[in-house]
């Protein structure tokens, strides 16, 4: 009688010891929570203003300059004959203007 009386004492204690493990993840729960949501809105706030076409002002130019030089040299030798040819280009862009994004 004294060993079932012991072996229910030491379940009611196993019994007590999750009940108070899972109360405490409960009440943790609203902490990770707001922590998790407190990193997603630093995230999205480290973005910044995101680009929307009804509020933005632009006047923005754009210039493509290209320059190209092509030789094209014939040589003859004793085994035939055979072509070179060589191409130089040089491109600048050039942007020039501004460009601003109001918010809502």
Do not use: C
């Not at 002002?57 to 320059?67: D, F, G, Q, S």
């Not at 030089?69 to 280009?89: K, L, M």
């Amino acid at each position: 009688m004294l060993r079932k009386l012991r072996q229910g004492q030491s379940t009611l204690e196993y019994l007590v010891l999750i009940i108070v493990i899972l109360g405490s993840f409960l009440a943790m729960q609203l902490y990770f929570r707001r922590g998790i949501q407190g990193r997603w809105k630093s995230t999205l706030d480290d973005l910044g203003d995101q680009y929307d076409p009804r509020f933005a002002n632009t006047r923005v130019r754009h210039t493509l300059t290209t320059t190209t030089d092509t030789q094209i040299i014939a040589h003859d030798t004793t085994d035939g004959t055979w072509t070179e040819r060589i191409d130089n280009t040089n491109s600048i862009e050039r942007k020039t203007g501004y460009m601003s994004v109001d918010s809502y």
